[in-house]
């Protein structure tokens, strides 16, 4: 029923900033209990959880990138955003918008993802 579209550049030069948007259809962004979280992964690496937005606008970050991300929403477009400054060659991988349910309850939904890579 719900849907997640990722959207965004998927070339960037070092330095830039990084932004990608999460456009959700079938079910809003305040639904009670429900948290969207942004991962990404790289080839040959284990998926990475780095932060999400809880339905009542609340956010937390992985600790690696707390000091150059922001995850912010748009209700009234139902889009949940991801920004990243100062993007590194280390930050190329595909990202993913997910949506699960409070204490992990349920199969979580995901986008199609998008890839990012970024190059000099």
């Known amino acids: 029923q719900v849907h997640l579209q990722e959207s965004g550049p998927g070339l960037l030069k070092p330095s830039q900033t990084l932004t990608l948007v999460c456009t959700v259809s079938g079910g809003a962004i305040t639904i009670n209990d429900y948290f969207w979280s942004w991962i990404r992964q790289a080839p040959g690496k284990e998926p990475e959880w780095i932060g999400y937005m809880s339905w009542d606008g609340l956010t937390r970050y992985s600790p690696s990138l707390r000091s150059r991300m922001v995850i912010s929403r748009d209700t009234s477009r139902n889009q949940v955003t991801l920004q990243l400054i100062s993007v590194t060659p280390e930050d190329t991988a595909m990202y993913y918008c997910?949506?699960?349910?409070?204490?992990?309850?349920?199969?979580?939904?995901w986008g199609q993802g998008t890839q990012v890579t970024v190059s000099s």
């Open positions: 997910t949506r699960l349910l409070l204490h992990w309850v349920g199969i979580p939904d």
